[in-house]
């Protein structure tokens, strides 16, 4: 079986920036009380009519001039969102043709914050079975399209954009690439983070848009409960049955919902701080956007560099969690 590794990595954001001061002006908060519980300064809001297919293919492009590979060469195109850019056609087809990957196929993957992780995953197991050289994964939102700018409690969360990766097999002689994954959902946290209607549920009527039933529901304690607990216990399992401990982890990704949540879970695993990989403070939590967007930032840092061994760990909607350890590619 061929081994998968990540080759090169795009990012793309909204150049408009929503600041918490800007928030103050719409709702009431503070620039205070959001940096004291979530860790945000700042988040990036598209334009009006810039899709999560404009920032995927404008990612992707990226990505795939920094692996050298053509548009031309791709096989396989996974856009992981919850913000397509229609219910159909998928998204993936809608990058397909904007980036001109004349003989890929694609499809999308809804799976909300865990989405990213889950589809390189799902990208990874193409390379391994010898099927595909070149696969295209995306994690891209624009959670701006469905948040309801009255809720203070929501609204000052999240963020828009996203990234990019391109997954192609290793050389032979190469010690990089995929190791192990947990992944988890527990349908019965669906609830306490979903977006109520125009699905077949709640079709789209006059009463569900006059409701705001057209915007995230969340019910922020619970999700942060099951967020503390279940992102350090997946990582301490996969770690684990790996014969390691947080000590032998050289950078840790976490998804990036709540800085108090990736402390928490930092302190559980004892996992120096520094090691961690933490950027909500700029972009806020894009949802399947965090964690490219953060694999982004260690590498400007020089935080992430070839053969590294990182910890990823995602926890969101669903209620959705993973954890995966890679030998860092490039
Ligand atoms: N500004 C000021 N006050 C706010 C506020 C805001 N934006 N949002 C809520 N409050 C108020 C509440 O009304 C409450 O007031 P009360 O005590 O008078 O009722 C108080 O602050 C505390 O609210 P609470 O809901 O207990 O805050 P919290 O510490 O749980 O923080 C979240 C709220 C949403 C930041 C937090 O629950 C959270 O991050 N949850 C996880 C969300 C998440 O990660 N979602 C994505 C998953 S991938």
């Known amino acids: 079986m061929a081994k998968a590794k990540v080759k090169s990595i795009g990012t793309a954001v909204p150049a408009k920036i929503l600041s918490n001061f800007d928030l103050e002006k719409m709702v009431e908060t503070s620039n205070e009380w959001i940096v004291e519980r979530t860790g945000i300064h700042q988040r990036h809001i598209a334009a009006h009519g810039q899709t999560t297919s404009d920032l995927s293919a404008e990612a992707t ?7 050298g590979v053509s548009p031309a060469d791709v096989d396989l195109i996974i856009v992981a969102t919850i913000t397509p850019d229609m219910q159909l056609p998928a998204t993936a087809c809608l990058v397909q043709d904007k980036i001109g990957a004349k003989k890929a196929w694609g499809f999308d993957m809804s799976i909300a914050c865990s989405g990213f992780l889950y589809a ?19 994690g891209v939102d624009v959670m701006s399209s469905i948040i309801d700018y009255t809720d203070r409690q ?23 690439g995929f190791i192990d994954f947990i992944h988890e959902v527990d349908g019965s946290g669906g609830e306490f983070l979903c977006l109520p209607a125009g699905g077949s549920k709640l079709p789209t009527s006059h ?4 409701k705001r039933l057209h915007f ?28 390691l401990t947080g000590e032998d982890v050289d950078v840790f990704i976490p998804h990036q919902a709540n800085l108090r949540i990736i402390t928490s879970a930092c302190e559980r695993l ?5 090691r961690v990989v933490i950027n909500i403070d700029e972009f806020g939590n894009t949802t399947a956007g965090t964690l490219p967007l ?10 992430l560099k070839k053969g590294d061994l990182v910890l990823f760990a995602t926890v969101g ?8 350890l890679m030998r860092w590619g490039f």
């Not at 492009?61 to 692996?67: E, I, K, M, Y």
């Not at 009463?207 to 006059?210: A, F, G, L, N, S």
């Not at 953060?294 to 935080?303: D, N, P, Y």
């Open 120 to 138: 390189m995953q799902v990208g990874a197991q193409f390379i391994q079975s010898g099927a595909h050289k070149n696969v295209v994964v995306i």
């Open 154 to 176: 929501t609204c000052i969360i999240f963020g828009d954009g996203g990234g990019a990766a391109v997954i192609t097999a290793t050389e032979s002689d190469d010690e990089v």
């Open 207 to 210: 009463e569900t848009v006059d």
């Open 294 to 303: 953060a694999i982004e930032s260690a590498i400007a840092k020089g935080q």
């Open 270 to 274: 004892k996992m120096p701080i520094e």
């Open 216 to 243: 995230v529901h969340q019910e922020g304690k619970v999700v942060f409960k099951y967020a503390t607990r279940k992102m350090p216990e997946l990582c301490s399992r996969l770690l684990e049955r790996n014969g």
């Open 317 to 324: 909607a669903g209620f959705s969690a993973g954890a995966m």
């Open 61 to 67: 492009l990226r990505a795939l001039d920094a692996a």
